[in-house]
């Protein structure tokens, strides 16, 4: 079992629409998750950080964590096409430094 | 642009030669950690540190590999005998502190051939 899973994709969403991307962790002692952006050829941006349960609102971008089933997702509302991007789901375990990443989500929004 | 920097951006070598990345955390940031992404997967932790001192090493990092931050700034990432598996992006990203968020440079991107 991989440490981080995501959905490959590609997931298509209609221009407008609501965004949704899933992220399943195996490692229960994980603490901190994070939401990357990541443009064809380019490098992570930081969307959102979440360390609680519950929602974190920012924007257009809510992450939901639900540490008892552990899992954690992105909805992205009024989908534009610049948010046609690889999402990649970040966990970093209490007392480890790095991050462990997914493969990502391959979103592509359709005008 | 006070972000994090890295060179060369791209670095196209032979098998066997060796290549040295070049990064420049934020102003600072005194975590630094070194990344490998290969096409359609997500980047791979190789190594950190903090200040001057390397903490800890993934085991991908073969003996090929090293790193250094001399003086706690800049980090150097160093590749000997490369191989065209070793061909990646090679990610460098930045924190403040302890838990907190890293942030990523634009990437070395290595071709071996």
């Given at each position: 079992q991989k440490e981080v899973e995501q959905n490959s994709g590609p997931l298509s969403v209609p221009e407008g629409a609501i965004a949704s991307l899933n992220c399943t962790y195996?490692?229960?002692?994980?603490q901190s998750f994070f939401w990357y952006r990541q443009y064809s050829g380019k490098s992570p941006e930081l969307i959102m950080s979440i360390y609680s349960n519950g929602d974190k609102e920012d924007g257009r971008f809510t992450a939901q964590l639900n540490k008892a089933s552990q899992y954690v997702s992105l909805l992205i509302r009024d989908?534009?096409?610049?948010?046609?991007a690889t999402y990649l789901c970040a966990v970093r375990n209490f007392g480890n430094e790095k991050l462990t990443f997914g493969t990502g989500t391959r979103l592509t929004i359709i005008p | 642009d006070t972000g994090v920097s890295q060179d060369p951006r791209h670095k196209i070598t032979k098998r066997g030669q060796n290549v040295t990345f070049r990064c420049d955390p934020i102003s600072e940031h005194n975590r630094l950690y070194w990344y490998r992404q290969t096409l359609g997967q997500g980047p791979e932790f190789l190594t950190y540190f903090q200040n001057e001192a390397q903490l800890e090493k993934s085991r991908?990092?073969?003996?090929r590999f090293s790193a250094e931050r001399p003086k706690g700034s800049f980090s150097t990432l160093e590749i000997q005998r490369?191989?065209?598996?070793?061909?990646a992006m090679y990610l460098c990203a930045s924190s403040y502190g302890l838990a907190e968020t890293q942030y990523f440079g634009p990437g070395t991107r290595l071709l071996v051939l």
């Open positions: 195996s490692d229960r002692g994980s989908s534009q096409p610049s948010d046609s | 991908l990092l073969s003996d490369t191989e065209q598996g070793d061909s």
